[in-house]
């Protein structure tokens, strides 16, 4: 067995029991180990590298051990299969060259098809509806171009004010792309003041009052920053109800809550996300689109078109003509970037082991909800006036994913690093949010336990 061979998978039962999460204080470790013993999704984290300390600057006694890595929201961490599954690729590309394209073990011609049973079941589509393709941003641009349709009366597009920065981008150059002053057509959702929060009803009173004049919605999932799970449901029934088009970024979402795009208000009309987040596919891994069934056929709106996207009986004969295939697929562009694509595979296997999120959220809210009340009790470590850390997802689990977000009133990106140098993966973002991701794939309730014993002696010293 070569050194990178992953043990085999073990497969966890839908209803198997989860420990309770630890009470006000995140207890001892040794009771942290104890969770973990009771916890059956655990023996899953085998089936993971995780960095080690050195990788951290760590250079004693504590070099090789196991980072507590809270950032699979950012790159999640990489399957040890990812290796033999890259591997097999270039076997079959020294083995038969270009005849790889019919004759690897996964022909190459229909690569993006191995992605679609998986990606169907994380995003709750219908058959046709999802593709494994290009980057999250060149997705959403393809998206815009086809479904962003202004005409004078109604010409608005809605994006959130806190947007990550690459949607706020694409929308704000699709405003200029049709001739119209950002200003005048773009339109953003601030959150409540004080919470981050973005509130549905502010949502739904805006669709209420100005929905005749709004082409597009473009909301994030899970948001990035407060890990806040949006109400896509009510969401998109209200957009629908409105005539607006509504697109959903999953970037956050995808393998970290339950999803259910075809049903969920009617359907949303489209959705982007990447891969190498919470699906551990890798950095620049292939990204996904998501197009409802009801434009599957739709020959009336414009694409911008690739032969990948047409009928592939038409390609292949390299007729001049476009004829686009249906359903998502018909948005690709290009051949698929196959090395870079593979690791998806083996990661797609550990969530059909894992019982998909359905399965996984079980952990994933109890291990979360661990860290929160971790977070709060190393916050009353300093009593007073101002929190030293106050944690700004929402507390109920429908409402959030794996992501705790804490608000640092201090220097923030000092306490990201102490953390660091202990061990503590997580990341900080201006202005002031560290945040904490908990992925129920590999973290331990030991992990948990590090973090928030880690803040509450970074409090304690006013670190
Ligand atoms: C991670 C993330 C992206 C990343 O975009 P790429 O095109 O993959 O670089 C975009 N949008 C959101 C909301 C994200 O969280």
């Given at each position: ?21 630890p ?31 050195a ?53 190459w ?32 641009h ?19 004010e ?17 001739r ?52 896509i449901a ?37 959705a982007?996300?990447?891969?190498y987040?919470?699906?551990n ?124 977000s804490?608000?640092v ?46 803040l ?6 006013g670190?």
């Amino acid at each position: 067995m070569s050194p990178n061979a992953p043990p085999p998978i073990p497969v966890i039962p839908a209803e198997a029991p989860l420990p309770e999460a630890p009470p006000d204080d995140p207890g001892s470790e040794a009771q942290a180990h104890a969770h973990d013993a009771a916890d059956p999704f655990a023996p899953l984290r085998e089936q993971f590298f995780v960095p080690v300390m050195a990788a951290y600057g760590e250079r004693g006694e504590g070099a090789s051990r196991p980072c507590a890595y809270l950032c699979g929201n950012s790159l999640g961490l990489q399957p040890k299969a990812a290796y033999g599954a890259v591997r097999q690729e270039l076997q079959d590309w020294a083995v038969l060259g270009v005849e790889g394209h019919f004759q690897a073990r996964r022909p190459w011609l229909t690569y993006h098809e191995s992605f679609t049973e998986g990606l169907r079941r994380l995003v709750g589509a219908a058959p046709g509806e999802v593709v494994a393709m290009g980057s999250l941003t060149g997705n959403l641009h393809l998206m815009l171009a086809s479904f962003y349709r202004p005409t004078p009366a109604r010409f608005r597009i809605v994006i959130e004010e806190d947007a990550f920065p690459t949607d706020a981008y694409a929308v704000v150059s699709h405003a200029a792309f049709h001739r119209m002053a950002p200003a005048q057509a773009v339109t953003r959702i601030r959150a409540r003041p004080g919470t981050r929060l973005i509130d549905t009803e502010d949502v739904l009173n805006l669709f209420d009052r100005q929905g005749r004049s709004i082409a597009l919605a473009l909301l994030p999932g899970v948001q990035y920053l407060t890990g806040q799970a949006l109400d896509i449901a009510r969401i998109t029934a209200a957009a629908r109800a409105q005539g607006i088009t509504v697109g959903w970024d999953l970037a956050h979402a995808i393998g970290n809550v339950p999803l259910s795009m075809h049903q969920w208000g009617g359907g949303a009309d489209f959705a982007v996300w990447c891969s190498y987040k919470y699906l551990n596919a890798g950095p620049g891994s292939p990204a996904g689109v998501f197009v409802h069934q009801r434009h599957a056929e739709r020959t009336d709106i414009p694409r911008l078109a690739g032969w990948f996207g047409n009928e592939p009986s038409a390609r292949m004969a390299m007729r001049p003509d476009f004829v686009p295939r249906a359903g998502a697929e018909g948005w690709q562009l290009s051949e698929m970037p196959i090395l870079s694509s593979a690791p998806l595979r083996a990661s797609l296997e550990l969530f059909d082991a894992a019982g998909w999120a359905e399965n996984l959220r079980r952990k994933s809210a109890v291990l979360s909800a661990a860290l929160r009340r971790g977070v709060e009790w190393a916050a009353s470590a300093r009593p007073g006036a101002e929190a030293p850390l106050r944690v700004v997802t929402p507390e109920r689990a429908p409402e959030r994913g794996a992501q705790v977000s804490v608000a640092v009133a201090g220097d923030g990106r000092a306490l990201q690093q102490r953390l660091l140098r202990q061990g503590v993966v997580c990341d900080f973002r201006q202005p002031d949010i560290i945040r904490l991701a908990p992925a129920p794939l590999y973290n331990s309730f030991h992990d948990v336990w590090r973090a928030a014993d880690a803040l509450r002696r970074a409090v304690e010293q006013g670190w």
